[in-house]
């Protein structure tokens, strides 16, 4: 099993900044994709970003391309969410996501182990 825990969530003023992370411990897959998503109240689950193991590879949502940044720390089973320039339409709960597969993935459903998530909330 792996625990996903999610940090670094608040509130900031719209052309902000901040940094999610998501620590992962128990039995890690540290050759698997991890995948950031992100859900408004009455909206569904909304893809925003995914990496694979070395990082060559990393996919955006249209809505934060140009603006977010994943990257990922192995030795530390980490992988972060650099938001810039944020916009009141970013405001979600956001969750991190492992998957077991090397493949990297915009599919929900290609993601075994869930966070609980953490609030952003950009404020105008």
């Known amino acids: 099993q792996v625990q996903l825990v999610e940090s670094g969530g608040g509130l900031v003023q719209a052309g902000g900044s901040l940094r999610l992370s998501c620590a992962a411990s128990?039995?890690?897959?540290?050759?698997?994709?991890m995948g950031w998503f992100r859900q408004a109240p009455g909206k569904e689950r909304e893809f925003v970003a995914a990496?694979?193991?070395?990082?060559?590879?990393?996919y955006y949502g249209d809505s934060v391309k140009g603006r977010f940044t994943i990257s990922r720390d192995n030795a530390k089973n980490t992988v972060y969410l650099q938001m810039n320039s944020l916009k009141p339409e970013d405001t979600a709960v956001y969750y991190c996501?492992?998957?077991?597969?090397?493949?990297?993935?915009?599919?929900?459903?290609?993601?075994?182990?869930w966070g609980q998530g953490t609030q952003v909330t950009v404020s105008s």
């Open positions: 990496i694979n193991w070395s990082g060559s590879t990393r």
């Open positions: 996501a492992a998957d077991r597969s090397t493949v990297v993935s915009m599919r929900t459903s290609a993601y075994d182990y």
């Open positions: 128990g039995r890690t897959f540290s050759r698997g994709a």
